[in-house]
T-cell receptor
Framework: AQSVTQLGSHVSVSEGALVLLRCNYS??????LFWYVQYPNQGLQLLLK??????LVKGINGFEAEFKKSETSFHLTKPSAHMSDAAEYFC????????????FGSGTRLSIRP | GAGVSQSPSNKVTEKGKDVELRCDPI?????LYWYRQSLGQGLEFLIY????????KSGLPSDRFSAERTGGSVSTLTIQRTQQEDSAVYLC????????????FGPGTRLTVL
């Protein structure tokens, strides 16, 4: 069965510092991979997704993620954190064979220190 | 255009009562999903509707939970004989097609069972 693990329920970085949010998945075949973001008092929105092709995926607001099959990882990064990046981030995976549902991770809350 | 809407935004009920939660997806979206977000937890998949196909109900936690989608548009999630552990935010999302497509989330319904 598919699963997704987000290491660290809470990550705090200084403004301007590198953001790294970790996501590892468990799947028998390379799945579709997603990052969603939930800003305070707002609904979830898609940040980026990997389906096929280039393994480095660029998303909105300067975020990017790299699919590494050998590590079964899809970590989210941003070179320089901004105060507005403070939010909850969810990694998600769906099965290519069934593509019937998405499994979300437990989320990582990102805080930005001034 | 209008996004996904959900009603009510908040619902407080007594243990043992039945509740109905409504979701209006984006017009033209054939896929509709229900998730549950409990405090400190990730998003838990509940049910998935795709066009006229039989829904994927594999995420429903018990037979007290049911959902229907009328006319391929509006969906209602019903929880019978509510329990305190049902307290959570219930999120609805819709997308144009399958799992590769971006899901657009509604603001959620916060359910509190006393």
């Amino acid at each position: 069965a598919q699963s997704v693990t987000q290491l660290g329920s809470h990550v705090s970085v200084s403004e301007g510092a590198l953001v790294l949010l970790r996501c590892n998945y468990s799947s028998s075949v390379p799945p579709y991979l997603f990052w969603y973001v939930q800003y305070p008092n707002q609904g979830l929105q898609l940040l980026l997704k990997y389906t096929t092709g280039a393994t480095l995926v660029k998303g909105i607001n300067g975020f990017e993620a790299e699919f590494k099959k050998s590590e079964t990882s899809f970590h989210l990064t941003k070179p320089s954190a901004h105060m507005s990046d403070a939010a909850e981030y969810f990694c998600a995976v769906s099965d290519r064979s069934s593509a019937s549902k998405i499994i979300f991770g437990s989320g990582t809350r990102l805080s930005i220190r001034p | 255009g209008a996004g996904v809407s959900q009603s009510p935004s908040n619902k407080v009920t007594e243990k043992g009562k039945d509740v109905e939660l409504r979701c209006d997806p984006i017009s033209g979206h054939t896929a509709l999903y229900w998730y549950r977000q409990s405090l400190g937890q990730g998003l838990e998949f509940l049910i998935y509707f795709q066009g006229n196909s039989a829904p994927d109900k594999s995420g429903l936690p018990s037979d007290r939970f049911s959902a229907e989608r009328t006319g391929g548009s509006v969906s209602t999630l019903t929880i019978q004989r509510t329990q305190q552990e049902d307290s959570a935010v219930y999120l609805c999302a819709s997308s144009y097609g399958g799992m590769v497509d971006e899901q657009f989330f509604g603001p959620g319904t916060r359910l509190t069972v006393l």
